[in-house]
C-alpha cells in the first residue's frame, strides 16, 4: 500500500471535480429547454441530474481513461493527479463566475499535463497526443455543429414554415424533452467516466487495487452521485449565456441545437472521434442562430466563449504546474496535497460564506 | 491521407455522419410536427381522409425519430 492520506485526498478532489463538471455543464443539456419554455428549470435540472445518475452506470469503459495518450502513464504519481484536478477545479469555477461554457475535459487534460510537466519536464506530455486528442477535436466540434445546426435548422423551418407558429412551438417543445433527455445521459455516460477513471487509477497507483480488477462499485456510484449533484444544484450563469445571451431562440431553433448536438456527439463517438458536449452544443446554438439571421448571433459573447476555450488548457496547465510546485515544497509525503488541499477547501468556503452571508443564492440561481 | 497525427478520413466520416444525423433527427421530428398540425386542423375541418393521412405521417416519422434516439442509445451502450 502506498499513502492513504494521499490516496483519500486524490478520491475527495476527484469527486470534487465531478461536482463541478456536472454543475458546469447543466447548462449543455438544460439551457435551451429552459429558454424556450420546454421545461420548467427546476424540472429540467432534476431531469438532467436524474440521466446523468443513470448514464454513469451505463458505460464502464475505464480504459479510455482521460490524458491517456497525452501523458506518460508510467510518470503520473497522485500529487501530479492531485495537482491536475486543482487546475481542473479552479478553471471550472472561473468560468462559472464569468458564465463561460468551457470544456470540464480540456480543464482537466490541461491540469495533468501542467502537473506532469512540472513533475517531470517535457518528455512526460506527448506532443500528438494533445494535437489528436484535444486541438483537432476543439477545432472540429464547434464548426462541424455550426453547420450541421445551420443546414438542421433550414430543414425544420422548410417542413414546418407554413404552420401555425403556436402549434409548431408546442410540437418542437415536446421534442425538446427528448433531446435534451438524450444530451444528459449521454454527458453522463461520457463524463462521470472520467472521475471513476481517476479514482481507478489513484487506487492503482496506491496498491489498492490492480489493473485486473473491476472498478468497485463505491467508486461508481460516489462518481454518479457526485456529477448528478453537481448537475442538480445547476451553474445557472453559464445556464443564462447559453440559454439566452447567445441568441433569443425559439422552439425549433432549441430543438435542433439539442437535437443536433447529440447527434454530432453520438455520431462522433461512434466513428471514435469523441467531441466536447460543451463545444459542440455552443456551435449549434450559434448554427442556429445564425442559419436564421446572422446579426441574431451576439458574437461579442460568442467571441468571449472562443476566447475561453482557447485558455482552458494553457490555464489549467498553469493552475495545475504551480499546486504541484506547491505541493512539493512540503517533501514528499503527504503535507503537501494536506496543506494545498486545505487552502482550497477554505477558500472556497470564504468565497461561497460571504454570498450566503450576504443573502445572495450561492448558486446565482435567477 | 494523415494530417499529423489524425487521419483526414476519420474528420471526413465524422462530418458526414454527423450532417447526416443531424438532418435526419432534424427532419423527422419536423414531419412529426407538420403531421400533427396538419392532421388536427384536418380534423377540425372535417376532412377525415386528410386527417388520417398526415396522422399518419406522423406517427411514421415519430417512429423514424424515436429509431435515430435507439440508435443513439445503442450507441452509448456499445461505447469501449
Known amino acids: 500500500m502506498g499513502n492513504d492520506v494521499v490516496l483519500w485526498i486524490v478520491v475527495g478532489t476527484a469527486l470534487a471535480f465531478d461536482f463541478t463538471n456536472g454543475f458546469h455543464d447543466t447548462a449543455n443539456a438544460v439551457a435551451t429547454s429552459i429558454s424556450t419554455r420546454a421545461m420548467a428549470p427546476r424540472v429540467a435540472v432534476t431531469l438532467a441530474a436524474g440521466l446523468n445518475f443513470v448514464g454513469a452506470f451505463l458505460s464502464l469503459a475505464v480504459a479510455a481513461t482521460i490524458a491517456s495518450g497525452i501523458v506518460d502513464p508510467d510518470l503520473i504519481t497522485l500529487p501530479i493527479v492531485f495537482s491536475g484536478l486543482v487546475g481542473a477545479i479552479a478553471w471550472n469555477l472561473l468560468t462559472w463566475y464569468f458564465g463561460l461554457p468551457s470544456s470540464s475535459s480540456h480543464a482537466l487534460i490541461g491540469g495533468v499535463v501542467g502537473a506532469a510537466f512540472a513533475a517531470e519536464g517535457p518528455k512526460a506530455v506527448f506532443g500528438d497526443g494533445l494535437i489528436e486528442k484535444v486541438m483537432i477535436p476543439a477545432l472540429v466540434a464547434p464548426v462541424l455543429a455550426f453547420i450541421a445546426a445551420a443546414v438542421a435548422i433550414v430543414v425544420a423551418y422548410r417542413i414546418v414554415g407554413r404552420q401555425h407558429p403556436g402549434t409548431v412551438s408546442r410540437g418542437f417543445r415536446l421534442g425538446q424533452i427528448i433531446s435534451g433527455s438524450l444530451f444528459s445521459l449521454a454527458h453522463g455516460t461520457n463524463d462521470a467516466q472520467k472521475t471513476m477513471g481517476i479514482i481507478f487509477l489513484a487506487l492503482i497507483a496506491n496498491g489498492n487495487l490492480s489493473t485486473s480488477d473491476s472498478v468497485p462499485t463505491w467508486v461508481v456510484i460516489s462518481a454518479a452521485s457526485a456529477i448528478a449533484l453537481g448537475t442538480y444544484v445547476g451553474g445557472w450563469r453559464i445556464i443564462r449565456t447559453m440559454g439566452s445571451r447567445i441568441i433569443k431562440m425559439d422552439p425549433a431553433q432549441g430543438f435542433a441545437a439539442q437535437g443536433v448536438g447529440a447527434a454530432v456527439i453520438l455520431s462522433a463517438s461512434h466513428v471514435g472521434f469523441p467531441l466536447s458536449t460543451t463545444h459542440v452544443i455552443s456551435g449549434a446554438i450559434m448554427g442556429a442562430g445564425a442559419a436564421k439571421r446572422i446579426s441574431a448571433v451576439r458574437w461579442g459573447v460568442a467571441g468571449n466563449i472562443v476566447v475561453a476555450w482557447v485558455l482552458t488548457l494553457p490555464a489549467a496547465a498553469v493552475v495545475g504546474a504551480v499546486t504541484y510546485g506547491v505541493t512539493r515544497l512540503f517533501g514528499d509525503g503527504a503535507a503537501g496535497p494536506v496543506v494545498v488541499a486545505a487552502a482550497l477547501v477554505s477558500a472556497l468556503a470564504w468565497i461561497f460564506g460571504r454570498r450566503a452571508l450576504s443573502g445572495r443564492p450561492l448558486t446565482a440561481e435567477g | ?80
Open chain 2, 1 to 80: 491521407m494523415w494530417l499529423g497525427v489524425v487521419k483526414a478520413g476519420d474528420i471526413l466520416e465524422v462530418i458526414w455522419v454527423s450532417i447526416v444525423a443531424a438532418v435526419l433527427v432534424s427532419g423527422a421530428f419536423s414531419f412529426v410536427v407538420l403531421g400533427s398540425a396538419r392532421s388536427a386542423e384536418a380534423r377540425r375541418n372535417g376532412h377525415t381522409r386528410g386527417a388520417v393521412l398526415y396522422g399518419g405521417l406522423a406517427a411514421v416519422a415519430m417512429l423514424a425519430f424515436l429509431a435515430l434516439v435507439v440508435v443513439g442509445l445503442q450507441i452509448m451502450l456499445s461505447k469501449d
